[in-house]
């Protein structure tokens, strides 16, 4: 699938970086997510927006700020990072926000590494 | 939030063989969806099927919302089928399953 595109495919940073992840939708979609996805642990839900507003902030740290200029992108703004969040960090999309009957499609995910 | 299990955690197939992965959910669901996940992290979509029945080649699926749960069956398998399928399903937000992982050998 293309319709979801996340940069970068990698990324290696260390604790005193600031790096942001990028995630853009070609699909028309109005809801954006960020996931997190931790060796052998579902996947976690991070951050929900819809129609650009932040719906859904699964308790995660504060070093970890999202932002969403429009429907189409999305970011993750990542400051002071933990080895522990070294991670697949996953965006998806869909028709309408969670709670609804429209499928996820989600990017090809950027890994990081936090050294 | 909604349970969701997933069965077996692992499988290991020779290719060509046929094989049924299990998904069980705690709670009504508004959606359901399989997902296949590369070995490069790819999520790709395989069914969206709250109910019902769907096949697309070689894959299908059933979904039995009275009873909580879902089936994907893989026939004749590919090298290209490893990785690990994932379900997920919504309540008030997407909850996922810790996956089946597969290893198609040749």
């Known amino acids: 699938e293309t319709g979801v595109t996340q940069t970068p495919r990698h990324l290696v940073m260390g604790m005193t970086n600031k790096k942001s992840l990028k995630c853009e939708q070609h699909?028309?979609?109005?809801?954006m997510y960020w996931y997190k996805q931790s060796a052998k642990k579902p996947l976690e839900l991070m951050f929900v927006y819809n129609f650009k507003e932040q719906t859904e902030n699964n308790s995660v740290p504060s070093r970890f700020s999202p932002e969403c200029p429009n429907s189409s992108h999305l970011f993750l703004h990542l400051h002071t990072l933990q080895p522990e969040d070294s991670a697949l960090y996953l965006c998806?999309?869909?028709?309408?926000?969670?709670?609804?009957?429209?499928?996820?499609?989600f990017g090809n995910g950027t890994r990081l590494t936090v050294t | 939030g909604i349970q969701v299990e997933q069965s077996p955690p692992d499988l290991i197939l020779q290719e060509g063989a046929n094989s049924t992965l299990r998904c069980n959910f705690s709670d009504s669901v508004n959606n359901l969806q399989w997902f296949h996940q590369n070995p490069w992290g790819q999520l790709i979509n395989l069914f969206y099927?709250?109910?019902g029945t769907k096949q697309n080649g070689r894959l299908s699926a059933t979904t039995v919302a009275t009873e909580r749960y879902s089936l994907l069956y893989i026939s004749s398998s590919q090298t290209t089928d490893s990785g690990v399928y994932f379900c997920a399903v919504t309540g008030n937000q997407f909850y996922f399953g810790t996956g089946t992982s597969l290893t198609v050998i040749p």
């Open positions: 998806a999309s869909s028709q309408e926000g969670l709670a609804s009957d429209s499928p996820l499609h």
């Open positions: 699909l028309g979609h109005n809801a």
């Open positions: 099927i709250p109910s």
